[in-house]
C-alpha cells in the first residue's frame, strides 16, 4: 500500500489531543529528525493502516485510500 505521493495536494484537519501527548509528540519530532509534528503523526498513521491491513488481511478500499492520500498538514490546538 502506498499511500504517499508527495505530488498530490493535501488537506488541512484539525486534531485535539492532550497536552501530554503533545510533548511526547514534540520529543518524537526532535529525537528521530522529523520537519514537523504533522509529517511525524502522518508517518505514524500509515504505519498503522499498513499493519492493520496486514495483521486483518484486508484491504482497505480505494475510495478510502484517496481519502487518506488526501491528509496534509495538521492544525494543533
Not at 498513521?45 to 488526501?70: N, Q
Request: net charge negative; aromatic share 10%; glycine share 4%.
Amino acid at each position: 500500500m502506498a499511500f504517499i505521493n508527495r505530488n498530490r495536494r493535501t488537506k488541512v484537519i484539525t486534531l485535539r489531543i492532550e497536552e501530554e501527548l503533545n510533548r511526547l509528540i514534540e520529543k518524537a519530532v526532535a529525537m528521530f529528525g522529523y520537519r514537523s509534528k504533522s509529517d511525524y503523526i502522518r508517518e505514524a498513521i500509515i504505519e498503522y493502516l499498513t499493519e492493520f491491513e496486514r495483521e486483518h488481511e484486508l484491504s482497505i478500499p480505494e475510495e478510502v485510500e484517496e481519502k487518506i492520500k488526501g491528509v496534509g498538514t495538521i492544525i494543533y490546538v
